[in-house]
Structures are given as structure tokens and as C-alpha cells.
């Protein structure tokens, strides 16, 4: 706006670019005598979930997206969703020798446990505290022929894993 960048806010400037959801890093370079360099890194969305009636993207960044259109691609997140929860919670299947892009569904409890629905149609309760032991194990048992139609796997019984047909 014609104005010297000398004097330039930086605070106000980093204050607006952190308000646009989409941007996951920033850095901020003052070019002198006249020009601002920002070279912005968008964040990766990685799932989509609806508050409010609303539809939102998740982002890495820990931010919801605003988005009008469902992504078939992309999992929805169902439950009162805590972003730092999900946050942990995809961290501990990156972990895993589970992929992400296997999941269609994923469901939150307020007791902090998840349960993940496949495209192969398996629905997996985790048990609160050994996720990524118990997405290794389903890992396994999907593998064996034995185990074919058994499509709902349940850790949450420590020492135990309950297998049922839907």
C-alpha cells in the first residue's frame, strides 16, 4: 500500500497469514528497499469431518477447512472431534505398518478411543491405549485365510481379540 517497510508490523502481518486455515508454515522476508518475499507451505488434508452442519476439511496443521464439497477420497471423522486427539491418533498409525488411505470412517468416543472402518468393509475397535500394537495385529490377521469373513475386529478386551461377522 505504498507504505515503507521499514516500518512493517511483522507481529500483525504473522497474525493474518496464521488466520488463513489452508497455510501450514510461513516465513516472512523483507526485501529492501521495497519488497516482501512470503513463501507459504500449504498444509495436507487429511480427513473431512462436519460440525454445525457444516463440512470441514482436516488439515495436518491441526485447523479445520471450510469445504462445501464431501472428498469420496478423502476418511470422515464422526464424533466430537478433538483436532490435537486426531492429530495423536494419526501419528500412532503412521507408526503402524497400517496405511491411512485404507480408512473410510473413522469414529471418535468421548473416552478417547477410535474405531476405523476399511475399504475392505473390517471395522477395527481399538482399545484406548495400544493402537499402533493393535493396527500391526490386524495388519497380520488380515493377512491369514482363516480369518476371511470376519469383518469386525475387536482390541478393546485386554488379552483378547474378538472376531465377528457384521
Not at 53 to 79: E, Q, T
Request: cysteine-free; charged content about 35%.
Amino acid at each position: 500500500n505504498f507504505k515503507n517497510i521499514f516500518y512493517l508490523d511483522r507481529q500483525y502481518l504473522k497474525k493474518k497469514i496464521n488466520s488463513i486455515n489452508i497455510i501450514e508454515q510461513f516465513e516472512i522476508f523483507k526485501n529492501y528497499p521495497s519488497t516482501l518475499k512470503i513463501f507459504i507451505k500449504e498444509t495436507r488434508i487429511l480427513a473431512q469431518t462436519k460440525r454445525n452442519g457444516f463440512d470441514y476439511l482436516i488439515g495436518s496443521n491441526g485447523k479445520l477447512i471450510r469445504n462445501d464439497n464431501i472428498a469420496a477420497d478423502l476418511p470422515f471423522v464422526f464424533g466430537d472431534l478433538n483436532l490435537n486427539e486426531f492429530l495423536n491418533f494419526k501419528k500412532e498409525i503412521d507408526k503402524s505398518k497400517f496405511d491411512f488411505k485404507n480408512i473410510t470412517k473413522l469414529y471418535y468416543f468421548k473416552s478417547k478411543r477410535w474405531d476405523i472402518e476399511t475399504s475392505k468393509g473390517y471395522l477395527i475397535k481399538l482399545s484406548k491405549d495400544n493402537v499402533e500394537k493393535d493396527l500391526n495385529l490386524f495388519v497380520r490377521l488380515s493377512d491369514e485365510k482363516k480369518f476371511e469373513g470376519k469383518l469386525v475386529i475387536d482390541f478393546r478386551q485386554r488379552g483378547q481379540i474378538i472376531l465377528n461377522e457384521k
